[in-house]
């Protein structure tokens, strides 16, 4: 059984932490720590010998060796003393919910999940039931990473192995779960699931910045993040070796790859904290849906924006993968009835209404296709992302996120959309300056279609098709009673 202790740390109090960790702790701490190498052994282990015996052990070893030397936290970034505890709590956290996942996993919960989806990501169910342990023991957790964060910060240590050590040291007290309790959880996922047939994937923005996130540095228009300073420290706490079970993600919105081109050197530092689920290596070359469960997704949502509750939801992109088109070609007013749902209404400085996300010109693009890909070799699936929705905390809305995707889906299935919605962008966008309250017939047409959609798909069963058409129809007209 592989296992690994820094050379460097031996003789040091921490090595008597080590030595009172049991055996599986230290498999975990192992498995943890090497994180995203561990993940992608695949590709580090290509210029590894592997032909002598135990080479998978010894590569294991390889792999933490260099982590150990590489995820050290340079001494010009500790003296940022303004950020530190923000940004070790990101790691402290993360590595924590690390341990929750695999504690899960070992649980063998099958019997109490619903059935998970052919294809989709192999640890839905073990992320989704540690976002929720973590977010109803929010405070448990807490108490003992602001100890260990005042530790590790009046010792200067800046290893995120010794992170990483300490947090399984006190994984014991954080994580013992009676049977009732684990009960309780997977009543909790199997109420809110809606079971579907059409693979589906998120993508989440964060930034306390909003829209000015990577915006160039004249033009903040004074807006200030003093916890994180738009997430410019993120590569260097080594954030995405830590978030990579939630695809975490810096998104600076710069295309391109010359460091010297003019909006890399204009642009302001940092930019969007990002999950992409499910991206599944360190390059971001390949990725794999998350869930066919709509009814899950919904609440994977909601448990990530309260995991991260310290950095302000932004945006919301949603891939649906391309599996059928309607026959029905979309209108404008199909097009506002989205927007409409999951768009972001809100008043101006005049108290006029606005579309922020279109008005802001916030977005890249409205509805796009993209080609993703599970695996070297495998065949590019064709996906369409949803990506003009504005993300929310849960009680924000009178609404949660199952209707904006049973409607993005149902969009999919009712509609034809071969030409997207590149003809549609410039009424969409004189609407979101300007919102005028929609036709009744136009929105019972689109919530028509929808249903039509969801029928075509054939993978939900009529009640909760016609609970959820009843819903949207209320949402839409609830919101364009606004406008009025």
Known sequence: ???????????????????RLSLLERLMLLREFIGVTYRRRFLFFQDQPVSTPFAFRRNLAIAADRQFRRLVISRRIWRHHEVLRPYLNLIFRHFLFGFLVQSFRRAHLAQLMPAPAPGSYYDFFPNLLSLLWFNRHRDRCQAVIDQLLTQVIDDSQRSLYVFALLTISRFHEIFAPSFEEIESLAAQVRACSRPGGTPLGIELEFSNLGRFATFDAPFKSGCSDPLFQNMKFYEAFYLDDVSWRLGGYLDTHIRGLNLLSLPRITAQPGGFYEYSMVRLDYPYSFSMPLSQDPGLVALYIEEAIDFVSEIKPHSLHINIEKTGLGHCRPELTDYLCLLLLGGDLERDERGRWRERRLADNELRGVIQRRKHRPAAGAKAKEVVEYSFLRLWRPGQRD??????????????????????????????????????????????????????????????????????????????????????
């Open 1 to 19: 059984m592989p296992f690994y202790f820094p050379g460097k740390l031996h003789a040091t109090r921490y090595e008597e932490v080590y030595q």
């Open 399 to 484: 609404y949660g996120y199952l209707p904006v995707l049973m409607a993005c889906k149902g969009f999919q299935f009712g509609y034809n959309m071969e030409l997207s919605c590149r003809d549609q962008v410039q009424a969409m966008m004189a609407w979101a300056h300007d919102p005028q309250p929609l036709a009744k017939t136009a929105i019972d047409h689109f919530v028509e279609n929808l249903a039509r959609g969801w029928e075509r798909e054939g993978a939900h069963p009529r009640e909760l098709r016609q609970q959820v058409a009843g819903e949207l129809r209320s949402i839409l007209e609830r919101r364009n009673a606004m406008l009025e």
